[in-house]
């Protein structure tokens, strides 16, 4: 491979280069000539394909049932919900057409508004609910002109789901299932670690009761929002008429929840898991799995070809590809495919034909291992875990080294000098933090941790008396 297809600066080095290298070069996005858009590639969207897969199996279990909704809302709508519409207003693009009624519209910047519309219409009796529904689309919120791939863009594509409960006990409870569906996605698809919690007033979802997070940190000392389940209570549903006729014969609003992941995800994968050489994925989200490189030559070629072609039979329950190119040496496809991040190697050579061997390379750690063909199947796919596994203690073991706690404002100011992910005691006040943001050229609160230890004494920084423990870091 020449030189200007791999990696050209470290990770360590140059992290938002490097990022926009591995992501280039995997072939995963692209820029876009729309500024502050992307094009998701086949090999990115082969990844969104995964999560999408995995999470709606998940959810389906839970009741929750797709379906689609306009992506126009009218501004009537927007204006409903107060909080909703001050939270959303600077980042709405407008359609320049209006419709037949002169009313303007905007692309969605989340469908909460559109789809509560239709709900004030299908809820009728406590026999309609629990009503679950999640979509799969795009998002545009008009906030930045640099896109950061996967990370930050106007147009990007997630998931919503919106649900509505009779009782604030289901919708509590079905709050925290959906951000432990979203944890596995994350910790065990992807093997990035987050932090459960719940955000601060500040941080809140416009127009919820409350809203829960997960969040990580990222290699370049920045912490990164994953997802977020809210408690609406019952604010939307007063604005848009949703009520139920309970069975007490009396009408009552319901309780209603959202919840979204995105995007994002991918580009957090990339950037938590990834090295000098290019991309390094989670097995388990691999478009490519494993991939089979035969070394070629004229006299012995038939036999190497037979056995690449048996063994990728052998692995049928992995997703395998033969590199049956002649054009390129095998030095050059085996740079290829660790910048594309395929997490093993298997090199078959006239010599290992005759040994009936096979060579096992793993991506993550370049470790190399002869293996009998006959136990391809199992090696593979202990090996498959075994990097899903290290990737993530690797991540984790990172998560936990970032992680400082302090107890007064000197020590708080230099963790976040360092870019660490700081938990600290905090008042929970909103002009606190805007304060603390201001001071430390903004770190922000990520989360209170629902994993909360005993806390006494005074807020890091106003002195007042501290609720709970808050981790604050700067972020994307
Ligand atoms: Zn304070």
Not at 61 to 87: D, L, T
Not at 255 to 276: E, K, P, Y
Not at 401 to 425: Q, Y
């Amino acid at each position: 491979m020449a030189k200007e297809d791999g990696i050209t600066v470290k990770k360590n080095e140059d992290m938002p280069e490097w990022y926009s290298q591995v992501i280039i070069k995997a072939e995963l996005a692209d820029y876009s000539p729309i500024k502050g858009c992307m094009v998701i590639r086949p090999n990115g969207y082969a990844i969104w394909q995964k999560i999408m897969d995995f999470f709606n199996e998940r959810i389906a279990k839970m009741g929750v049932s797709n379906a689609y909704f306009p992506m126009f809302i009218p501004e009537a709508f927007f204006k409903k919900e107060a909080e909703h519409a001050e939270g959303f207003s600077p980042e709405v693009a407008w359609v320049e057409k209006k419709d037949e009624e002169g009313q303007k519209l905007a692309l969605r910047p989340t469908s909460e508004t559109i789809m509560y519309d239709s709900y004030s219409r299908w809820i009728r009796s406590w026999r309609d609910l629990p009503l679950r529904i999640n979509q799969w689309c795009n998002i545009v919120r008009w906030e930045v002109s640099d896109v950061k791939l996967f990370l930050r863009s106007r147009e990007f594509l997630w998931q919503e789901g919106h649900c509505v409960y009779e009782t604030e006990q289901e919708c509590d409870k079905e709050v925290m299932m959906i951000l432990e569906e979203y944890r596995k996605v994350v910790e065990e698809l992807l093997a990035v670690p987050v932090i459960l919690g719940k955000k601060t007033e500040k941080e809140r979802f416009a127009g919820a009761k409350y809203t829960t997070t997960m969040e990580a940190f990222m290699p370049d000392g920045k912490a990164l929002q994953m997802g977020t389940s809210h408690n609406l209570g019952q604010g939307f549903a007063k604005v848009f008429g949703i009520s139920f006729l309970g069975k007490d014969e009396k009408s009552h609003l319901p309780w209603q929840s959202s919840w979204g992941f995105s995007t994002r995800l991918i580009g957090a994968a990339v950037m938590t898991h990834s090295d000098d050489k290019g991309l390094v994925l989670p097995p388990r989200v691999a478009p490519i799995q494993a991939v089979i490189v035969p070394i070629i030559f004229e006299k012995t070629k038939d036999a190497v070809l037979k056995e690449a072609e048996k063994v990728k039979k052998e692995l049928h329950d992995f997703e395998v590809k033969i590199d049956l190119r002649e054009e390129y040496s095998p030095g050059w496809k085996f740079n290829e495919w660790e910048v594309k991040g395929v997490p093993v190697r298997i090199e078959i050579g006239p010599k290992d034909v005759e040994k009936k061997q096979l060579v096992l390379v793993r991506r993550d750690t370049g470790e190399k291992k002869i293996i009998k063909d006959s136990e391809v199947k199992m090696e593979v796919k202990q090996l498959l875990d075994d990097i899903q596994k290290s990737i993530y203690d690797k991540a984790k073991k990172f998560l936990e080294e970032s992680t400082v706690k302090v107890d007064n404002w000197d020590d708080f100011m230099k963790a976040i000098g360092k870019r660490k992910l700081v938990l600290a005691p905090f008042c929970g006040e909103e002009e606190c933090e805007d304060w603390i943001k201001d001071k430390t050229g903004g770190a922000t609160s990520r989360c209170i941790p629902f994993n909360q230890e005993k806390i006494a004494g005074n807020c890091v920084q106003c002195k007042n008396k501290a609720k709970f423990w808050t981790y604050f870091a700067k972020n994307y």
